[in-house]
């Protein structure tokens, strides 16, 4: 895979902006998170624990200012956005099955699927009440649709399992609904609540959808050709439970793997040779190169839009975020 | 337990109210799931089919209606109810591990915990996608504290279960939370959106908050001394996961009884032989009499509420739902 230029620079540029976070992101989670008792506080002290990169929150307060100064309600958006996105994790590993999440075992695996299902459920009912306090009912129409598209895109996965027929438009709409929808509402939400006008909000949109389209097209190419370590997440847990990704999806256009790669999708049963196999040959073969240019091409896409703005410390966050993406693939 | 006079009339009088339904409520509330793909659509189906008695949209309809006339909103509302409401079965029939609902297998048991916990989500969104539409956002903050509080209500009774030492005023807390909490919201969301007044919401909010506290408590009565085939699910499910209920409770403050349910409650293998003596005892002392009472009361409660208000249709149906509730025990 090439390597990025500047990718290490806008990388501890951006170290330095999460580190020297403005929005006290890690603060202001345990602050909503300790009015929490008994086993729902020991849940949400762990999720807490386990960490993750904040991406949610500090794109709705980034994205937020862009346009207007820094307030409570842009504030507790970002809160919000992070617990619909801790929710949606704690109720997708009960979903899948995986064991594992930044290198941390799972809530569903230390304390069962019924608490995981309620501890879902308590951060949904949170990250609303936080939303339902603001002035404009924006924000929470966004993270509405964006839980409803995120339960549609499992649905798609859920039916296309084991389909070795599912094509690059049936791949985007899933990657749309499953991940870039919530991304997507959590950059709109910031503008909204900062008082952007209706273009720029539809701008903002646009942005957020190229990153969450270019996250997730990362994401996949890492779970086929990853290092495990780094990753802190076990890899091909998509091709092991079905899940045709971008890199296969491109694969299985060259014609000496098509007739394969359906077989070995068809048996159901896909073994510790075959991944690797699959995997190298999307190494040798160039295809994950294509995919990452792809992915490169969304966050190309995303940083246009961002043109349009004034060029504040906002759009300097936002700009190293789609570098520090770029990056990770290398 | 005693009669209930005129029971019977008022039993025939709701079923004819709910059968005529004015509000459609099963028409609704299919228009609203048709979108639904896949295996959701299954599943929303099935939750359909089950049936229900729709107690929640039939109480936002008719608070809204003693106190302005039948909108859009209100009928939105009254869906919404009864989605949070189907969401949270859907949810608790998993936490609970619950095999039949409605003398219907439960979601959880014919597609499994995961697709569970996804259609639950689906619901939840769904229903905050309508209330969100609303011209006022108070509907769906009452919503969101109501679901907030009935996670609470199952985290407490997580925490107490096999503790035998639970008093009244934690099983008040518990059950509030657990059943009422949404009842009230339900209540209040109906009057709210019907344009009532902050002193006419705080009444209609204790009504509901009366109804749903007899509501469980009956339940609770039923599910010690209830007969299976009436109900159309198992008895002594609370005792058997360790739930201490008012008859129990109630009993326990029986000198002869006190030890025995301690050692019952430390050992926590609750035999047959065990539930069927805890039965009996209550029956025979009085126990469920004075259980029923204490459900009455709150029953009275409701019904002294409701008389503050004008005597219109809405009214007398809201009136005869206090008596159908009160006939159900015997």
Known sequence: MKTIEKSADFQSHIWDATS?????????????????QGIHEEICHHLLRAG??????????????????????????????????????????????????????????????????????????????????????????LMVGAIQNMCRGEINQDREQFSSMIGIEAYYDRIANKTAALIEASCMAGAVVAGANPLQIEAIGRFGLNLGLAFQIIDDILDLCGDEQKMGKPKYTDLIKGNLTLPVILLREQPQYKEWLREVFQE?????????????????????????????????????????FCDNQARKFLEGLTYMLQARAN
């Not at 403005?22 to 929490?36: A, G, M, Q």
């Not at 699959?278 to 240019?293: Q, V």
Request: aromatic share 6%; net charge negative; proline share 3%.
């Open 52 to 141: 993750g990169k904040r991406v949610r929150p500090l794109l709705v307060y980034h994205c937020g200012l862009l346009f207007g100064p820094e307030t409570e309600d842009l504030k507790r958006t970002a809160v919000a956005a992070e617990l619909i996105h801790m929710a949606s994790l704690v109720h997708d590993d009960i979903i899948d099955g995986s064991d594992f999440r930044h290198n941390q075992p799972t809530a569903h695996l230390i304390w069962g699927n019924q608490r995981g299902v309620l501890a879902g459920d308590y951060l949904f009912a949170k990250a609303f009440g936080i939303l339902a306090a603001n002035k404009s009912t924006q924000p929470l129409r």
């Open 20 to 36: 020297n976070d403005p929005l006290k992101i890690e603060e202001l989670l345990r602050e909503e998170l300790t009015e929490s």
């Open 268 to 308: 159901k049963t896909i073994t510790n040779s075959i991944l690797v196999e699959i995997e190298t040959a999307a190494k040798d073969g160039g295809i994950t190169e294509r995919a990452f240019a792809i992915g490169v091409s969304h966050l190309d896409q995303a940083r246009t839009v961002l043109q349009n």
